[in-house]
């Protein structure tokens, strides 16, 4: 399983930082997505990297420059950092293993999903 922490409330301009932990999985083997679902929309893809190498992929341009998808073998986790957050980042943010590896980004690909983390972005 993938069990997330982080998220919360943070004001516009403001920082947050997401964890996904793998349980089960070790997260180097595989592609690793983050997607976000806002109040009545579908699940989108924000972030990805790449077993292995561990190259970013930023698929919504919107986060270009502020987000950062990261991982760290050791601790078996995938981070993703926020900074300068926007309300229109606001939402359920989920971590999800990609089962074809290749950083796909619609969500049905996906089969393995951590259990949600609320990020909301409001002053």
């Known amino acids: 399983q993938l069990v997330q922490s982080g998220g919360g409330l943070v004001q516009p301009g403001g920082s947050l930082r997401l964890s996904c932990v793998g349980s089960?999985?070790?997260?180097?083997?595989?592609?690793i997505s983050w997607f976000r679902q806002a109040p009545g929309k579908e699940r989108e893809a924000v972030s990805c990297?790449?077993?292995?190498?561990?190259?970013?992929?930023y698929p919504d341009p919107s986060v270009s420059g502020r987000f950062t998808i990261s991982r760290d073998n050791a601790k078996n986790t995938v981070y993703l950092q926020m900074n300068d957050l926007r309300p229109e980042d606001t939402g359920v943010y989920y971590c999800?293993?990609?089962?074809?590896?290749?950083?796909?980004?619609?969500?049905?690909?996906?089969?393995?999903w951590g259990q949600g983390t609320q990020v909301t972005v409001s002053s």
């Open positions: 999800a293993i990609d089962p074809t590896r290749m950083c796909i980004s619609y969500a049905l690909g996906y089969d393995h």
């Open positions: 089960g999985y070790t997260l180097v083997n595989y592609a």
């Open positions: 990297i790449t077993p292995g190498d561990g190259s970013p992929k």
